[in-house]
């Protein structure tokens, strides 16, 4: 148990240490600058106790004090009033510019490492409270620690300023207490774990609290809220979310007072034992008046700043626990961080184009788990796609059809089997190679409420302003009428949040399928548009799609069979597993689960 302590408060420091050296990195000149000007005003206070010691001992000890004497005394009281006002008007300008140095510097850590985190890692739960809990307030946190990082040094040089002149009138004035402070050192350590677990055994609830708040004001969800009366359902849920925090926070409140108190008892004894020990001294003739009066005055200081040193260190602890998030997130983020690929760009396949093709695609016994499953959701697939070939993936919802797909084109790595692509133009490479030359609309497609023009351009970065290449994609998407309702045309805003020009499911999902042309890729999929369109609305989308990836490889997606009919080959999932795979001519013949499922749909397309 003794270890298991130990190791705590190791870990406790740990983010502290880590934290000092990325603050240095971000900018060591303002790093060195703003530990002087906390540091030289906290040593000008053995200045104010010398000289107020001299002046006193030169006035009780000599009736006619040299005449340098008091002078002296007061230039040298006066000079460092002088540095510690110059010192306090420089150490916000340069916390504040170091802060914000600092802050970008470690958000751009947590972004890079989120964006080189494979896909699969943000269905793990853990991974993604994770990133929450390091991205959560990380501005203020890090101004929060660096305000306690200055306060205590601050405070200690004062006392260690001090702890000189005083350990100059008595030795033992220095241990006694220090004594007295050393159970409020070790109760603020054990402050700083109650807050932080707390916090992170809420990590869930409090997400969760968050959330049960959007939906309850979210405008999007007012209308199913208000249809399915579920405005007292989640009014009681973030209620009892909320109390659920409160009740553990206020227990760790209660527990702090009663540490606080026996801190306090511990200290003011200390600071009793010290006076009796001066006061002693001075009626013994081992202490001068002089030192009596730097006692009564700067001990009280003294101890005052060692309590405060404390209280800042345990706010310390209480934020290094939040900032300690962030390097676990950098640890978690790179124990499965992407392997470098050398990714074929499009200036590398120019010559390719020109007789464009088409990728192939070979997928051999390949299987693949989720991390909060232990059954597989792809199992043992063998496939071949040939280049350029039109593929149609159909079964019912669940058989596993866009995990493979997001497989097939390396936004998943599989857990066993291989996968790779080729053309006539390169050698085989793992598909994580040849994304730039990937495009895909998911049924889970992305909403940017940022410009049309960047909608569309985020498809290829380096064709955002090039006006006639997105004319063009929003021509083959059919969405040139938003382009003309938005007054700003290319640059009038999508959604509520910055404009006022909200889309429909089906003119979002266009939009999505402007960026997948704008890439003009060499394999593109369209994944499962049925929640916005109607059936035949669906074959009209799949027609058009068709038509457009000509010499291009393309993948559809749906538990709807009407584009199954324009495939050149119809590829049947259940239960992870390819059961059938043939043209849509011969499927039928064969009279087996692809059968089925069209006869029931028939209807939806006479």
Known sequence: ??????????????????????????????????????????????????????????????????????????????????????????????????????????????????????????????????????????????????????????????????????????????????????????LQSKRAHMVYDVQRKHTLTDRLRHYYQELLTDRQAAAEVRLFDLSRFLHNRWTHSWRTREKDV???????????????????LSYAG??????YSVVMGQATIGDLAVVISYATRFQNFLQGTVQSVGNILEHSEFLGDAFEFFALAKEQEKEPTEKIRPSHIEQASNKR????????????????RTDPVVKNVNLQIKAGEKIAIVGENGAGKT??????????????????????????????????????????????????????????????????????????????????DLSDGWDGYLG????????????????????????????????????????????ALFERFVDLTENRTALMISHRLGAARLADRVIVMKDGQIIESDSHRELLKLNGEYARLFSAQAQWYQ
């Not at 298991?4 to 060591?28: D, G």
């Not at 093709?357 to 909060?372: E, K, N």
């Open 403 to 484: 995990t493979l797909v997001k497989l097939l084109i390396g936004l998943y790595t599989p857990d066993a089997g291989e996968i790779y692509m080729v053309d006539g133009d390169m050698d085989k490479r793992p598909p994580e190679e040849v994304q730039s030359r990937v495009a895909a609309v998911f049924q889970d497609y992305a909403k940017f409420d940022l410009k049309l023009r960047e909608n569309i351009g985020f498809g290829q970065l380096d064709a955002m302003s090039d006006d006639t290449r997105l004319y063009a994609a929003a021509h083959r998407a059919d969405i040139l009428d938003i382009h003309s």
């Open 250 to 268: 206020l227990n760790v409140y209660k527990r702090d007072s009663g540490y606080h108190a026996f801190g306090g008892f511990w200290e003011w």
């Open 357 to 372: 093709q088409g990728l192939a695609i070979t997928a051999r016994d390949i299987t693949f788990t989720y991390p909060s």
């Open 1 to 186: 148990m003794s270890q298991e302590k130990s190791s705590q408060r190791t870990n406790l420091w740990r983010p502290i240490v880590a934290m000092v050296f990325e603050l240095w990195r971000a900018h060591p000149i303002a790093f060195v600058v703003l530990i002087a000007t906390t540091v030289i005003p906290g040593f000008s206070y053995s200045v104010y106790v010398l000289a107020m010691r001299g002046l006193i001992n030169a006035l009780v000890e000599s009736p006619t004090p040299g005449a340098w004497d008091i002078p002296t005394y007061m230039l040298l009281y006066i000079a460092a009033i002088l540095v510690e006002m110059t010192m306090n008007m420089l150490r916000p300008i340069i916390m504040v510019y170091l802060r914000d140095h600092a802050t970008h510097h470690i958000q751009s850590r947590i972004y890079e490492q989120a964006a080189n985190a494979p896909l699969i890692r943000f269905e793990d739960s853990a991974f993604y409270d994770c990133l929450r809990r390091a991205d959560n307030n990380l501005g203020d946190r890090l101004t929060e620690l660096l305000n306690g990082l200055l306060h205590p040094l601050w405070q200690f040089s004062i006392a260690a300023s001090i702890a000189g002149t005083l350990f100059v009138v008595h030795p033992w004035i220095i241990p006694i207490m220090a004594l007295g402070i050393i159970p409020s050192l070790l």
């Open 496 to 539: 509520r949040k910055f404009g006022d020009r909200d889309l429909s499911g089906g003119q979002w999902q266009k939009v999505a399928l402007g960026r997948a042309y704008l890439k003009d890729a060499d394999l593109v999929v369209l994944d499962e548009p049925t929640s916005a369109l109607d059936p035949k609305a669906e074959l």
């Open 274 to 279: 010290v006076l009796s020990l001066i006061i």
